[in-house]
């Protein structure tokens, strides 16, 4: 069968040709037609299969056969991965090369403006990753009222990626009215059931049995022990035969690890992973394709979406722990019927891995012998206190996160210091202070104090209390001896010949240290109207707290005898101290439950708390 017996348009069996597609692929040929019909389909196939041209060209014919105004998005298509996203852009491109619709592309790992700018422009076709296409939908950028076609692209990989949620949430923005494309490799009892509740009556397609690997890949398994697998992977690929590869890790790290090792043996290698910036990624993966780049090692976010033509070998540096992976792994190469190898490296460790493998296939994975790194270690993995292995990488790779963090918390440290080598002259600085008498130094201090300086310099009695950590003074007492710094006579003459010198016995410095004293501890609950405030019991006065001023005889005078002397005064006609008090700093420390005093503020607490005799 050819793309003309599809029932295809000629401007796209004109991009196609120019493709050298010749006969569509067994997905191509059973998808197609219905998905032209406008019926939903279920399609359960293989990466390398062809999915894209199978979804992507009935969408450009229908949307081209019924044009709208305004370029409002009609079809969506829904990826797992950055990179199946662009590789599902470029095809749509690439087959919609000769119509006049629109696409664009949406993901997360850049900067959010060019993509607004497109969505702006207007566009009839959008390929987006969940993340972003939910950020730019909260923020207003998204609509999808007018949408007709909706496809999800490797349903079980959003699973596995924890996106199912997202796709949830997604589907509620979208009309009911639509049709829908879905696709999947595997079909796990969550797929099953977001398809039962997403597809109305869907053509079912089925090419290859779930999770069966491509028959055309040769399968090659080597035992090796973990120290020399850099040294094996770096002697196979320098065979001829392996014209590029792609090597899986198991951890970020690994990634790096094994890139740098084929680095340093002479072999062009890059690592792709999701600790790389997009930009990174794009252009390592752009790299590998042009051929600038024989080996692209990856973590399993590249297991699928990846498109390489042409790809001769694919080498699984570690086990993955799902069977599946494994398929999705090695489906890298032998792609639309060419032939490929895929190589394993086991470690005494992984042979548990290993047995799910070779059930899943339902035949063992070939062995070869005979290698110069045969397995010598023959140790049992060790476990954690749930009999679970404890992976040598994954621990390897959650040291080097520490030893990385340690880096930056110690550079970020260094980030708020002077550099090393001022730092080295003021040590050698101090210990020639240290020599000198505390007289001296003090003098040498007062003369380097510029002639106008809007702070005082720290003393060191205060700069060991700010040290030791401030504590709120307890005495009136306490608090002035903590105000007042220990001088000598001698150093008292040298400071006092500065214009920042302080008395600390002068007027402003008690007020302050008496704001200290003051200075509440605990919130301040609100305070109720006068009214309720004349009924209550008042507190017995502290006798250390009256003022000398009051007569002897009024400390003793009986309670009732006082209260009628002072009355209390209506609001209005109390003195305007008390209302200019309100809204000075003491509210402010009582409102807020601060416990900053005096000192902290940039005026003295005291002020509101002394009668003015021009204000009375």
């Known amino acids: 069968m050819t793309f003309d017996a599809l029932g295809l348009c000629a401007p796209i069996l004109s991009a196609l040709a120019d493709l050298d597609y010749e006969k569509p692929s067994p997905i191509q040929e059973k998808a197609i037609p219905p998905a032209l019909a406008g019926r939903d389909v279920l399609g359960c196939a293989q990466t390398g299969t062809g999915k894209t041209c199978a979804f992507a060209a009935p969408i450009l014919q229908r949307l081209d056969a019924r044009p709208v105004r305004g370029r409002p998005i009609r079809a969506l298509i829904l990826t797992p991965t950055r990179e199946l996203a662009l590789q599902i852009q470029e095809s749509f491109e690439a087959y919609g090369k000769n119509l006049p619709l629109r696409s664009a592309v949406i993901f997360g790992g850049v900067g959010q403006q060019p993509q607004v700018d497109k969505l702006k422009e207007g566009v009839d076709i959008l390929v987006a ?30 699973l596995d990626m924890g996106f199912i949620h997202d796709v949830k949430k997604i589907l509620t923005w979208l009309p009911r009215k639509k049709q829908t494309l879905f696709f999947s490799a595997t079909m796990p009892p969550e797929v ?50 392996v014209k590029n590869a792609l090597v899986f890790t198991r951890t970020k790290h690994g990634a790096n690890k094994v890139a740098g090792d084929l680095q ?36 399993d976010i590249a297991a699928r979406g990846i498109d390489i033509e042409e790809l001769s070998h694919v080498f699984n540096y570690n086990l993955p722990d799902v069977p599946e992976t494994y398929v999705h792994r090695i489906g890298r190469t032998g792609r639309a019927g060419h032939g490929g190898t895929a190589v394993s490296f086991c470690e005494f460790g992984e042979k548990e891995l290993l047995a799910p493998i070779e059930k899943l296939l339902k035949k063992p994975i070939p062995v070869v012998d005979g290698h110069p790194w045969p397995m010598e270690v023959f140790e049992a993995p060790k476990r954690d206190q749930r009999g679970r292995i404890v992976n040598a990488d994954d621990a390897e790779a959650r040291q080097a996160a520490r030893e990385r963090k340690k880096i930056r ?14 730092q080295t002259e003021k040590a050698a600085a101090s210990e020639a202070q240290k020599k000198e008498t505390p007289v001296s130094k003090r003098q040498k201090k007062a003369a380097a104090v510029p002639a106008k300086q809007e702070k005082p310099a720290q003393s060191p009695a205060s700069g060991k209390r700010k040290a030791a950590g401030y504590r709120p003074s307890r005495t009136l007492e306490e608090a002035l001896t903590a105000m007042e710094p220990h001088w000598s006579e001698e150093e008292r003459r040298a400071q006092k010949q500065t214009e920042y010198y302080r008395d600390p016995l002068a007027g402003d410095v008690v007020m302050d240290a008496t704001a200290r004293l003051l200075a509440p501890r605990k919130p301040a609950k609100a305070q109720e109207p006068p009214a309720k405030q004349s009924g209550r019991k008042k507190k017995k006065p502290n006798p250390q707290s009256v003022s000398p001023a009051v007569p002897e005889a009024q400390k003793r005078a009986p309670k009732a005898q006082v209260q009628e002397r002072q009355p209390s005064r209506p609001q209005a006609d109390r003195p305007k101290r008390n209302r200019k008090r309100r809204g000075g700093p003491m509210e402010v420390v009582l409102r807020l439950g601060s416990q900053k005093d005096s000192t902290e503020q940039q005026g003295s607490l005291m002020k509101p708390y002394y009668f003015n005799p021009d204000e009375d």
């Open 129 to 158: 990753t969940p993340g972003r296409l939910e950020d730019l939908h909260n923020q207003g950028y998204i609509h999808v009222e007018k949408l007709e076609i909706f496809v999800l692209d490797e349903a079980d990989r959003m």
């Open 192 to 241: 099953q059931g977001l398809v039962d509740s997403l597809l109305t009556d869907p053509v079912k397609v089925a090419v290859d049995p779930v999770s069966s690997p491509v028959e055309v890949i040769d399968q090659k398994l080597y035992y090796v022990d973990r120290g020399n697998k850099s040294k094996l992977l770096a002697s196979l690929i320098q065979r001829p035969e």
């Open 264 to 299: 340093k043996s002479g072999i062009s290698s890059a690592a792709i992973h999701g600790n790389k910036s997009q930009t990174a990624r794009q252009q390592a993966l752009a790299d590998f394709k042009a051929g600038r780049v024989k080996v692209l090692v990856a973590t």
């Open 409 to 422: 918390d110690e550079a970020k440290k260094a980030a708020g210091k002077p550099a090393a080598a001022p």
